[in-house]
């Protein structure tokens, strides 16, 4: 069985929300039956403080794909990482697991009107950091950031302005799914994403 891990901050974190809607690795868990999805999430977590439990909490699973979704912490005035150490944390998790390996995701929009500590015009620089970054390793990549801003964004999330409801975990379960569904059907000759 082929293994996921979605490492990241509390977007990524925990199966269920306090209404009991499923998340982001419950939602994948659902639809991709014949992955070991783990998830790696911690609340509150920058890109700094992910890179002391990466190996515990990634590598040790020698995992086939892993997500990696940061960057609402690191953007945030209270435990802020500036845009080039958070790029640098983040070239480190691409060159330890390997480009073809690494899915990653682009922070998400905030609603400024409940978010004091975060905002969208900061935001949309660590966003570009990791379009860069995709592009520059050749990773796969969900533009998470441009798939809400595109749309009716504060719709899906919840009243704090940063965390998901169930709108917002569809749409990003739903990504990641897409995502992963590809990259088996271009893999479906040979064992999937080996280097």
């Not at 790696?40 to 890179?51: D, F, K, M, Q, S």
């Amino acid at each position: 069985m082929k293994t996921l891990v979605c490492f990241g901050d509390s977007i990524t974190s925990k199966e269920k929300s306090d209404d009991g809607s499923l998340r982001l690795t419950s939602r994948v868990r659902l639809s991709l039956q014949k992955w070991n999805v783990i998830n790696a999430g911690v609340p509150a977590e920058t890109t700094r403080v992910a890179l002391t439990r990466f190996q515990e909490d990634v590598l040790r699973h020698n995992p086939d794909l892993v997500t990696i979704l940061f960057g609402a912490n690191d953007a945030s005035s209270h435990r802020l990482i500036e845009v080039e150490e958070y790029k640098n944390n983040l070239e480190y998790m691409i060159e330890k697991l390997g480009p073809s390996k690494v899915i990653l995701v682009s922070p998400s929009p905030v609603n400024e009107r409940f978010q004091h500590a975060r905002s969208n015009e900061g935001l949309k620089h660590y966003a570009k950091a990791v379009r860069e970054l995709a592009k520059k390793y050749n990773t796969h990549f969900v533009d998470l950031w441009a798939e809400m801003i595109g749309k009716d964004y504060c719709q899906m999330l919840n009243e704090d302005g940063l965390h998901f409801n169930k709108k917002g975990y569809k749409l990003l379960a739903d990504l990641v799914i897409q995502k992963m569904e590809k990259l088996t059907k271009a893999c479906s000759t040979k064992p999937i994403l080996q280097q």
